[in-house]
């Protein structure tokens, strides 16, 4: 019902540019927020940043100023450039958005992809 799709993943060295690409399919859906996370061997899932659909972000601290997310409502697509890849942010990225079927007044719920690797060399 509510599939998001990952891309761009892959091996980078350090200094390195990357880009993200996540597509969700959500046929008959409401998608409120969107979003990325990651989670790198040992660690907990955590906070990239999330974007609404009037474009607001926010970022988590360590990524500020390294890291842009935008988004695409008319493609149901979120992007996450960053011009400089650090070691320390070699993780599985995930996808999520927030959605609602149009019909139901449930609240809305959590969707996650299957992540992508991206892999920091030195």
């Known amino acids: 019902q509510v599939q998001l799709v990952e891309s761009g993943g892959g091996t980078v060295q350090a200094g390195g540019s990357l880009t993200l690409s996540c597509v969700a399919s959500?046929?008959?859906?409401?998608?409120?927020?969107m979003g990325w996370y990651r989670q790198a061997p040992g660690n907990q899932r955590e906070l990239v940043a999330t974007?609404?659909?009037?474009?607001?972000?926010n970022y988590e601290d360590s990524v500020k100023g390294r890291f842009t997310i935008t988004r695409d409502n008319a493609k149901n697509t979120i992007n996450q450039q960053t011009n400089s890849r650090k070691p320390e942010s070699a993780a599985i990225y995930y996808c999520?958005?927030?959605?609602?079927?149009?019909?139901?007044?449930?609240?809305?719920?959590?969707?996650w992809g299957q992540g992508t690797q991206v892999t920091v060399t030195s």
């Open positions: 999520n958005c927030s959605a609602r079927r149009m019909s139901s007044l449930q609240s809305l719920s959590d969707y």
């Open positions: 974007i609404t659909r009037g474009a607001n972000t």
């Open positions: 959500a046929r008959n859906f409401t998608i409120g927020d």
